[in-house]
Nanobody, 116 residues
């Protein structure tokens, strides 16, 4: 099993930045893929960014390409999401995700609110 704990959410003005962090309960080097998803009120959960801890390959949703950066620290077993140029439409609960041994794991989520 993998426990995931997110941190770093909060309230930020449009154009601002936030950094989310996801701490995993095990060595992430052999986890197939990890990523960040988000869910806004009344909308389905959507993928924001994914990364393969071993190779570092990344993938981004079109809506965040060029503004968000996903990274991993295998030594600390964390996956981070640096968010810049935030927009009101980025407001959502952000969830950390991991796929390991054929199973999918989720954190409890962290709220990101972009508002003036």
């Amino acid at each position: 099993q993998v426990q995931l704990v997110e941190s770093g959410g909060g309230l930020v003005q449009p154009g601002g930045s936030l950094r989310l962090s996801c701490a995993a309960s095990k060595n992430i080097f052999n986890i197939v893929a990890m990523g960040w998803y988000r869910q806004a009120p009344g909308k389905q959960r959507e993928s924001v960014a994914t990364i393969t801890p071993r190779g570092g390959s990344t993938d981004y949703a079109d809506s965040v390409e060029g503004r968000f950066t996903i990274s991993r620290d295998n030594a600390k077993n964390t996956v981070n999401l640096q968010m810049t140029s935030l927009k009101p439409e980025d407001t959502a609960v952000y969830y950390c995700n991991a796929i390991d041994s054929g199973l999918t794991y989720w954190g409890r989520g962290t709220q990101v609110t972009v508002s003036s």
